[in-house]
């Protein structure tokens, strides 16, 4: 019975490391398709700063979810399915700002709102992205604290509660935003093209005329 939990735990973590490691990779992935000083090094302190990063993120996100779960069972789905109705809306308009085919459109639509419950890591645009990371953390990190609140409400009324319940909901409330913070400093230090990242500041209306005025030409 030891033996089988041990190895239950031992399942559990590769499988997270597994996550967090293919998150992480796949901006990697994505610049060996671009000139060579554009790429991102295997061993690198940008390769530690974006598993960071993205454990940091995806752990909190998965974390709260297990929690809700525990405790308020299928309203989880409900919450995902909001979220996913709002990602959904983000992707559909960026796809308008591209001009890809009508089936990989279609495609992308459909998969990557359920990428983005996790996390944001596919951005097929090009250009700063911290307005499509802006649009998506922050409803993230509302979540991440309005399902902690409930489940830290919820277990203040049980008489013994789990030990685990209201230590995993501090981790998700602290997680996230320590996760935006080494991406700051990714984005800031250790980013392949950090020299030539000194634009000017832009508002968003400026963003998206950009990107438009990009693709049109």
């Known amino acids: 019975m030891f ?14 490391l597994s996550i967090f490691y293919a998150t992480a990779r796949f901006p990697h992935r994505v610049r060996l ?17 974006l598993f960071i990063w993205r454990a940091l993120i995806v752990g909190s996100r998965i974390l709260v979810f297990v929690l809700f779960a525990l405790i308020f069972r299928y309203w989880l789905f409900v919450l995902i399915g909001c979220h996913y109705l709002l990602m959904f809306a983000l992707v559909f308009y960026q796809m308008r700002l591209t001009e890809t085919k009508v089936l990989t459109r279609a495609v992308y639509n459909v998969i990557t709102p359920l990428v983005y419950t996790f996390d944001f890591c596919i951005n097929w645009l090009d250009g700063p992205s911290r307005y499509w990371y802006l649009m998506c953390y922050v409803p993230m990190y509302i979540e991440n ?12 009324t049980m008489a013994s509660p789990a030990w685990y319940m209201v230590p995993g ?5 602290v997680m996230f935003p320590l996760g935006v913070l080494v991406q700051l400093v ?13 634009h000017p500041y832009l508002t968003f209306s400026e963003f998206l005329t950009e990107i438009q005025e990009e693709y049109n030409n």
Not at 145 to 156: A, R
Not at 169 to 173: E, G, Y
Not at 186 to 198: A, G, I, K, Q, T
């Open 145 to 156: 604290v309005l399902m902690s609140g409930l489940v830290l409400w919820y277990v203040s």
């Open 186 to 198: 990714y984005y800031r230090y250790w980013h392949p093209r950090v020299p030539f990242m000194r």
């Open 33 to 49: 398709q671009l000139l060579e000083e554009n790429q991102i090094k295997l061993l690198s302190m940008a390769t530690v700063a």
């Open 3 to 16: 033996v089988c939990l041990i190895l239950g735990y031992i399942q559990l973590i590769t499988s997270l």
């Open 169 to 173: 909901c501090v981790c998700v409330i």
